[in-house]
């Protein structure tokens, strides 16, 4: 069966990386969300997936300079703030699977942490384009599942992702080959694809038997997908 991940929660149909976009995805079936995470300048873990938040909210400057009270006091769409890791988490709990992307080296070791918090190992998959820091979240616990995100394939992707113990490589789904789905299952691994957001390209993917599809439009993907008798 094709994983549907959507993609910062449902970011086609409500604002990326809030609880109302996971909320949406989860009431449309998904089986797993993705969001970003970041720190704050005290240390706490907040959902966004730019650097700034200029782009997603109604505010201006870099995440890392600023407190959790001065993120949480902004807009990010139809009146949503950003959630905390620790939100999100709690609502997925037992629902989803949640897909975390390390967007900073400084987050890996407090997401680590509150995951075993929460007893969550089995509920979430950590992925980033940073594989050094998915090494170091199995350094940390080996119970933890992660993914390796690529854009660019050159070289041997699916080393580079057993190297640092990954159980799944994450490929722009532009970049998404029949040899490499081949090569990635010989290999052992998983291969999920992000983020094509019309039934076309989802087809496509399909037709490549990739495990899962992360996507904006998770209700694109899923009506596709009932009309193929896959759900």
Known sequence: MVRVIGHRGAAGLEPENTLRSIKKANDLGVD???IDVR?????????????TVDRTTNGHG??????????????????EHMPTLEEALRFTQGRLILQIELKVKEA??????L????????????????HDLLGRVH????????GALF?????????????????????YYRNVKPKLVEEAHRRGLKIQVWNPD??????????LSVDGIGTNRPDILLNLLKSMGMR
């Open 32 to 34: 797993q969300v993705e």
């Open 39 to 51: 720190t704050t300048r005290g240390g706490h873990l907040i959902v966004i997936h730019d650097e």
């Open 62 to 79: 870099y995440v890392k300079e600023l407190t959790l009270r001065e993120l949480r006091s902004l807009d990010a769409g139809k009146g």
């Open 108 to 113: 890996t070791e407090p997401v680590v942490h």
């Open 115 to 130: 995951v075993e918090s929460l007893n969550a190992e089995k509920e979430v998959v950590i992925t980033s384009f940073m």
């Open 139 to 146: 350094e940390l616990n080996t119970n933890l599942r992660t």
């Open 151 to 171: 854009f660019d394939v050159q070289g041997d992707v699916c080393q580079r992702a057993l190297d640092v113990h990954s159980k799944a490589i994450h490929v």
């Open 198 to 207: 019309d039934a076309e390209e989802m087809m496509r993917m399909i037709g």
